[in-house]
């Protein structure tokens, strides 16, 4: 069965690092999008890709950046790590404008 | 500014009754809503959508109803169970971008 996974699930680190989490799909979507959750905020978009070499900014993009070398992978990197971004991250991907997004389990990210 | 507003956090329901979540939108482009249910530790996990063309869309105990004019949809839930117990989020398109609201965190109780 298709999937998406996201790694690590859990990871800890010191602000000022730079921190990289991956997200693969064999869906073979080209739409992927990166996400953070915070209370009281839901979901909100951070970068986007809807194809090779294509990359977005979403709404909360500041100190994060995305590369998408193929269709399958969509990693997130933070530059400079910074406390504000502890949060819940979530990969997913979609196969065209109006379907349903898959989404991975998340990576809970705590920066201390 | 947040775009799709659930401006209920929680919702207690018993065992059998229906549960009613409320979400509103104020970007008349959005053209395609669903809602989403997310348990702990997982990702979310679609549930139902609708178009902006139909006011109603249902698939078993799962009902979503759209108002356009007031600009607000709403998910039914009949009769409610208790693997119902999770969180609820609304999300609406607008281009290949969702929007999502807060979310609302439903407790069935037996």
């Known amino acids: 069965d298709a999937e998406i996974t996201q790694s690590p699930r859990h990871k800890i680190t010191e602000t000022g690092r730079q921190v990289t989490l991956a997200c693969h799909q064999t869906?073979?979507?080209?739409?992927m999008f990166w996400y953070r959750q915070d209370l009281g905020h839901g979901l909100r978009l951070i970068h986007y890709?809807?194809?090779?070499?294509?990359?977005n900014k979403g709404e909360v993009s500041d100190g994060y950046s995305v590369s998408r070398s193929n269709t399958e992978d969509l990693p997130l990197t933070l530059e400079s790590a910074a406390s504000s971004q502890t949060s819940v991250y979530f990969c997913?991907?979609?196969?065209?404008?109006?379907?349903?997004?898959?989404f991975g389990d998340g990576t809970r990210l705590s920066i201390l | 500014d947040q775009q799709v507003k659930q401006n209920s956090p929680s919702l207690s329901v018993q065992e059998g009754r229906i549960s009613i979540l409320n979400c509103d939108y104020t970007?008349?482009?959005?053209?395609?809503f669903l809602w989403y249910k997310k348990y702990p530790a997982e990702g979310p996990t679609f549930l139902i959508s609708i178009s902006s063309i139909k006011d109603k869309n249902e698939d078993g105990r799962f009902t979503v109803f759209l108002n356009k004019s007031a600009k607000h949809l709403s998910l039914h839930i009949v009769p409610s169970q208790p693997g119902d117990s999770a969180v609820y989020f609304c999300a609406a398109y607008n281009d290949y971008k969702l929007s999502f609201g807060a979310g609302t965190t439903v407790t069935v109780r037996a």
């Open positions: 890709s809807y194809g090779v070499q294509d990359t």
């Open positions: 869906w073979n979507h080209n739409n």
């Open positions: 997913a991907s979609s196969e065209s404008r109006g379907q349903p997004q898959h």
């Open positions: 970007n008349s482009m959005f053209d395609y």
